[in-house]
């Protein structure tokens, strides 16, 4: 779709021209939901098999987020296996969990090793199954049997799918195949070679799956976005990406859209910063059937709730919250304990959506004017940070991407070079294993490394990827020393010191970064839990985006900025060290000088 608004060519219609979805209107019996963390996929998947089933459909919802939120939205603890939800008849629910389903997976690959092969190579064979190549291809197990097998889902009208295989996932299964009687001749294997062990006996099954995915009168697509310049982006790279391996049956979800500002200044800036992201969207998201869901009062828990996003029922009343009691510093509190801290590395970690690059350019930017050297990197795949800065050049400013595709060919090269003892066929499956996507991890790791060397001469600021996958970074810093040692590859000092500097306070800052809402403050304490436990303490915590202190009057956005208190008071609970309050700007923080006045804002205090 193509239109003309205020003179832009829009490749998406304004807010208040999108319709809305049809809930319980679908004409393919398994739906899969997915986009950038943070954007409500969770929630809508939720609100339609509500729909679904209050239509007379028997409808199961199956999670698999190893941090899934379907128990948060339904209230009830759910397994692997179907769990009734109360209150609506015809609807289950399941967790699929990908750590439990990788210890399996291991077991069921390493088990007949056991007492077979020599304890070290078992032991070798246990750290390639270590990474997150085997919890992907286990999860990709557990739900392909679905699809694989209807017998498995024959009582219900409709599955749905929270969170879809990525590309990422599939692309694993389009790699050459006879790799299982190698991992057994060699079980020192490759770095994907063990997690696609016994491949060939899942093979008719993941095939089965994958055309599953493909055929659009079976299944459909659900981008689910917000409007917002970032989620749409991510949503066109996906879309892109799975439409390139077959998977074409896509429809787009706008979540969170204000469709009447009313006369409120705060609601038209809030409007109109959407309908300008809308206004740029990219091309790859015109030509799909689209529509908006509309923003709501507060978090979407419950079946009440549900009921009221789909318009099956009004909704309660609006919240009536002051926001007058909070008293917190701002972001330009935490620039002057960054300024005093000197060089080290700064990571803003967090679920995605957050704001986590934006607060990383405002907060590099904000160094280097205090007089620093500062490097701003990410290891985000897809690496937002030139796009917050708008181009901008800045004396002092080092800006990077830890580019994938660059870092595995270097990492590709050098493995090769040290593969002087392989004959003829053991190079070529050697060849076939670094055209994985786990030797991007692998390069991408070392990249990752190598910036946070820099930091001792500098101060560092990463932009890191979403919480998954920043934790199997940190946690696969000693993995990752074996495994290039396995491969004959040299082992960097910067490799090697990694674990030890991030743990190193002095050294370390990491910022949780977080929205005032129940699913980024969940996340955010299992960020820190996880952080913890590697013996990592976290610097502070960041509340990004916030309406409390906004002042505004509009019905919806008065009652989020209520509802966002308890919220602010739990994360006040959760750090033990610092709390800064970010709030809600009414432009976009795009460009040095947006970044600057951001970085600038100064603490919040009762109006």
């Known amino acids: 779709m193509r239109l003309r608004f205020d003179g832009l060519l829009m490749s998406l219609p304004r807010p208040d021209c999108l319709p809305v979805p049809r809930w319980a209107d679908w004409g393919t019996r398994y ?14 998947a939720s609100a339609v098999a509500v729909a679904l089933a209050d239509a007379g459909k028997r409808t199961l919802v199956i999670s698999t987020d190893p941090a899934s939120n379907l128990d948060d939205v339904f209230g009830i603890q759910a397994g692997p296996e179907p769990t009734a939800v109360v209150g609506v008849d015809g609807l289950f629910i399941a967790n699929l969990d990908p750590e439990a389903a990788a210890a399996a997976f291991r077991e069921r690959a390493i088990g007949p090793y056991r007492g077979v092969l020599p304890e070290s ?202 926001a007058a009691d909070i008293a917190l510093p701002g972001l330009h509190d935490l620039v002057d304990a960054l300024d005093a801290a000197g060089n080290g590395v700064v990571m803003t970690m967090g679920k995605g959506g957050v704001g986590k690059t934006t607060l990383a350019a405002a907060l590099a930017l904000a160094l280097v004017d205090r007089g620093h050297e500062v490097t701003l990197s990410t290891t985000d795949p897809a690496a937002h940070i030139v796009d917050a800065l708008r181009g901008a050049a800045v004396e002092s400013l080092r800006v990077e991407r830890i580019d994938p595709a660059l870092e595995t060919a270097r990492y590709t090269q050098e493995v090769l070079a040290a593969a002087t003892g392989l004959d003829a066929e053991g190079r070529a499956l050697l060849l076939e294993d670094l055209r994985s996507p786990c030797t991007e991890e692998i390069a991408v790791f070392r990249a990752f490394a190598r910036t946070v060397d820099e930091a001792r001469e500098r101060i560092v600021v990463l932009d890191t990827a979403p919480t998954g996958h920043t934790l199997l970074l940190l946690d696969a810093a000693q993995a990752y020393q074996r495994e290039v040692q396995r491969t004959n590859a040299n082992v960097p000092a910067e490799v090697s010191e990694l674990l030890v500097r991030l743990r190193d306070p002095e050294f370390a800052r990491m910022l949780v970064v977080t929205l005032a809402e129940s699913t980024p403050v969940h996340e955010a304490q299992r960020l820190q839990e996880d952080l913890r436990r590697a013996g990592i303490e976290p610097f502070g915590w960041v509340i990004n985006a916030s309406l409390a202190t906004s002042g505004s009057t509009h019905p919806t956005l008065r009652a989020r900025a209520g509802a966002e208190l308890s919220h602010i008071g739990r994360v006040m609970e959760l750090s033990e060290h610092a709390t800064w309050l970010v709030g809600w700007q009414p432009d976009a923080p795009v460009g040095a000088a947006a970044l600057r006045e951001l970085a600038a804002a100064a603490a919040v205090g009762s109006r």
């Not at 997915?34 to 969770?42: A, E, L, R, S, W």
Request: aromatic share 4%; hydrophobic share 45%.
């Open 31 to 44: 739906l899969f939901f997915t986009g950038k963390g943070g954007v409500g996929k969770t929630t809508v």
């Open 121 to 322: 190579a078992v032991r070798n064979m246990e750290e390639q199954l270590s990474g997150a190549c085997t919890v992907e291809i286990a999860a990709f197990n557990e739900f392909t049997a679905v699809l694989a097998e209807p017998q498995a889902s024959s009582g219900f009208d409709h599955v749905l799918f929270d969170t879809a295989p990525t590309g990422h996932t599939l692309r694993l299964l389009t790699l050459p195949g006879a790799w299982s009687g190698y991992v057994a001749e060699h079980p020192a294997g490759a770095s994907c070679l063990g997690p696609l062990a016994g491949l060939d006996k899942q093979r008719e099954q993941y095939q089965a799956a994958v055309a599953t995915l493909a055929d659009g009168g079976l299944t459909t697509l659900v981008l689910v976005s917000r409007a917002e310049a970032s989620a749409l982006r991510e949503a066109a790279r996906a879309s892109s990406e799975l439409a390139m391996l077959g998977v074409r049956n896509q429809r787009l979800i706008v979540n969170g859209v204000l469709r009447d500002a009313g006369h409120d200044q705060i609601a038209a800036a809030f409007a109109g910063r959407q309908a300008a992201a809308l206004a740029s969207a990219p091309e790859a998201l015109s030509g799909l059937d689209v529509a908006a869901v509309e923003l709501v009062t507060g978090d979407v828990t419950g079946l009440a709730a549900l009921r009221q996003l789909t318009g099956a029922q009004a909704g309660p009343a609006a919240l009536e919250h002051d």
